[in-house]
């Protein structure tokens, strides 16, 4: 089994930054990439921002240029920097790891609240 922790969450003013932190821990084989989605009320769940083993990076449109994904490879753990927050960016950020062994295996974690307001 696979567990993510997610942590650093919060409340912060428009312009503001954060920085986001997902540990994986437990029966990690090989990790194919990880992964930052978000998702507000009403609204489907999406991704932010995603790293593969090999540091290829993408981002969502609305976040390129604000938003930094890293990855400590040898501590499993993945980073999202965000700054210059906006209130558009309040929402429940879940990371996602992705294991490959014959085939693909997705974990989620539990998921930490960002909110942007003044």
């Known amino acids: 089994q696979v567990q993510l922790v997610e942590s650093g969450g919060g409340l912060v003013q428009p312009g503001g930054s954060l920085r986001l932190s997902c540990v994986a821990s437990?029966?990690?084989?090989?990790?194919?990439?990880m992964g930052w989605y978000r998702q507000a009320p009403g609204k489907q769940r999406e991704l932010v921002a995603r790293i593969t083993n090999g540091g290829s990076t993408n981002y969502a449109d609305s976040v390129k240029g604000r938003f930094t994904i890293s990855r400590d490879n040898a501590k499993n753990t993945a980073y999202l920097q965000m700054n210059s927050l906006k209130p558009e960016d309040t929402a429940v950020y879940y990371c996602?790891?992705?294991?490959?062994?014959?085939?693909?295996?997705?974990?989620w974690g539990q998921g930490t609240q960002v909110t942007v307001s003044s």
């Open positions: 996602l790891i992705r294991l490959i062994r014959g085939g693909y295996y997705d974990y």
């Open positions: 437990g029966s990690i084989f090989s990790i194919n990439a």
